[in-house]
């Protein structure tokens, strides 16, 4: 097996991976690696934008209230303290570094998002995520500090003496194994948005760092909260587009199929209500419709307006055949964040020495029940930058050592399982879209269980390309969200069960996960 030494060495390239790359890299040796190209993240698709509390009317003390809020009792209120009060010195470094934010007149313009009491929200037209990742890229490829290994599959993580010491990663174009050895191991490998059928998420969303932290010995946390963003576009695609919560900020309307605008007097800010809220309203909605689609009215928006905050949306909806400044939009719930994941402390350290965890994969705490909207790729910059902090300490006292050499003994093995992946893994997005979606109960959670112990025998098995590894990990993942999500007994947040349709106090506590079991339903 080839090997490679570095100091640090980070899975991912998202808004988490290589904002904590850049940093560590401005004093020690760092690589990242990713799976598939560099840009290809959820980072890239983010729409909305970036919360932060710098208009004068505003506070981080309100935007911690709103996000404790929309966190339905489950936030770390001392991350969520850290999420606010930290979040203007990493937009500052941001736009010092070259992101574009939009701006009106002399002030940068805000936005209003779910969840949000008043506009909060920084922006690039609809197309933040993708401003951010460039301007990272950018930045990284100028200053040459950063290496990066582009399609390198990470399958998992080495534990030596109770330390992490590095990554296997499999080379997808030539299939060979490389061992990455480090004095620490950074996490950033988003989400598991692609366990669900209907999802905004792209296609390397499928939890690979949830399952190869479990396997090491991680404990995992709050994996029953998946939260479904309300407005995706209506139409059968995957990833589905996503037409963003700032359209509604903007004063778009959500209408039934009889023109009735459902969300009044369900909520008192109607369709800017937390994202919990508006998707389980959709889904009545949607029902009442027959299942028919329901609808986003930005009709009566000044065209001009459309076009000139909108441009990502225009052009898609207009691809679409959808004129949306006189069109309605078809939209329809689809997954869009994991809220749970590789538990971590404030500095991002999870429970294995020298493991960090950053961005979609970890669970600071920081979201609770239900994130609000915008939060998360603040949660990356400000988290990465933490964990940095630490390493930098750390590595600053041991820098005369070099990296402790390890052998490690890895095969991958054909697979004796002859298996159509493809198949197999819209099997298991169709169970986890039927049986634990918005709404969820024991009867539909314990034939879930059921069933994916019927494909236990395909975690046993060691494939030898990225689909196998992404199936064993999509399935192992989907255990932990159903066994989470029956053991919760109560609705909170992003979790609504219909047999306990109320939330109990006696709930405002985590379930987590450790311990590599034998079956994925255990
Ligand atoms: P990602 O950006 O997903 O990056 C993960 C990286 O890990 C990728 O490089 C991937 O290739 C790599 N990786 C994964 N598995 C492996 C493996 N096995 N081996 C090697 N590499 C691997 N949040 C907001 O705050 N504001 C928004 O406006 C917003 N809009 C959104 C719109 C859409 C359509 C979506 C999908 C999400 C949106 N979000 C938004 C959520 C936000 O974009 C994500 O939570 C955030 O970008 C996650 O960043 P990350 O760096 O943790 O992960
Ligand atoms: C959106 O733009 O609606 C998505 C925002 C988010 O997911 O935080």
């Known amino acids: ?54 208009s004068p009317e505003d506070s981080p003390k309100l935007h911690l209230k709103d996000t404790l809020e929309a966190g339905a009792g ?118 598991a948005g692609q366990l669900y059928s209907v999802t905004t998420n792209p296609a390397i969303s499928t939890g690979d760092g949830m399952a190869m932290a479990y396997r090491a010995g991680a404990v995992l946390a709050d994996m ?32 039934d199929c009889n023109g009735e605008r459902f969300m009044v007097g369900r909520h008192p800010l109607a369709e800017l209500g937390p994202r919990d809220i508006v998707t389980r309203e959709m889904i009545r909605a949607i029902k009442q419709c027959n299942g028919g689609p329901v609808y986003l009215d930005a009709t009566h928006i000044p065209k001009d307006t459309l076009k000139e905050h909108f441009p990502t949306i225009w052009k898609h909806c207009r691809e679409h055949g ?89 095969e991958v093995a054909r697979s004796k399982l002859d298996l159509d992946f493809k198949k197999e893994r819209r099997w298991l997005q169709k169970l986890m879209m039927d049986y634990v979606g918005v709404a969820r109960s024991e009867s539909g959670l314990k034939y879930a269980i059921a069933e994916l112990k019927k494909k236990d025998e395909i975690l046993r098995v060691e494939f030898s390309s990225p689909e196998g590894f992404e199936l064993q990990n999509m399935l192992l993942v989907a255990g932990l969200i159903v066994r989470a999500a029956l053991g919760r007994e109560e609705s909170r947040g992003v979790h609504y069960r219909e047999d306990y349709p109320e939330s109990d106090d006696s709930w405002i506590r985590h379930l987590e996960h450790y311990v590599a079991e034998e079956t994925i339903a255990g």
């Open 224 to 255: 029953e909260f998946i939260q479904f963003h309300p407005t995706a576009l209506d139409q059968d695609s995957m990833p589905r587009f996503l037409i963003t919560e700032a359209l509604r900020g903007e004063g778009a309307y959500l209408r």
């Open 1 to 54: 097996m080839d090997k490679i030494t570095t100091d640090v060495v980070v899975v991912g390239s998202g808004v988490a991976g290589l904002s904590a790359a850049l940093e560590i890299s401005k004093q020690f040796d760092v690589a990242v690696i990713t799976k598939g190209k560099l840009e290809e993240t959820a980072t890239w698709y983010a729409q909305g934008g970036v919360a932060t509390a710098i």
């Open 322 to 410: 959808i004129d949306i400044s006189k069109d309605l939009i078809p939209v329809r719930p689809a997954a869009h964040y994991t809220i749970g994941g590789v538990k971590t402390d404030l500095d991002g350290r999870t429970n294995i020495v020298d493991l960090y965890a950053t961005g979609e994969v970890a669970c600071t705490g920081v979201h609770g029940a239900n994130r609000l909207a915008s939060n998360s790729l603040l949660e990356g910059l400000v988290f990465s930058k933490r964990i940095i902090k630490t390493i930098k300490t750390k590595l600053a006292m041991e820098q005369k050592n070099p990296v402790q050499d390890i052998k490690i003994g890895f």
């Open 74 to 191: 489950l936030c770390d209120r001392r991350a969520v303290d850290i999420l606010v009060s930290e979040a203007s010195d990493r937009i500052g470094e941001l736009i010092g570094l070259g992101a574009k934010f939009d701006w009106q007149g002399d002030r940068i313009g805000l936005s209003r998002e779910g969840g949000h009491r008043l506009a909060r929200v920084l922006h690039s037209g609809d197309a933040t995520g993708s401003e951010i990742e460039a301007t990272l890229i950018r930045t990284a490829n100028a200053w040459r500090s950063v290496q990066v290994f582009e399609h390198r599959f990470a399958l998992d993580l080495v534990v030596d003496g109770g330390r992490c010491v590095g990554v296997i990663c499999m080379d997808e174009e030539s299939g060979r194994l490389v061992f990455y050895l480090a004095k620490a191991v950074i996490l950033a490998s988003g989400g």
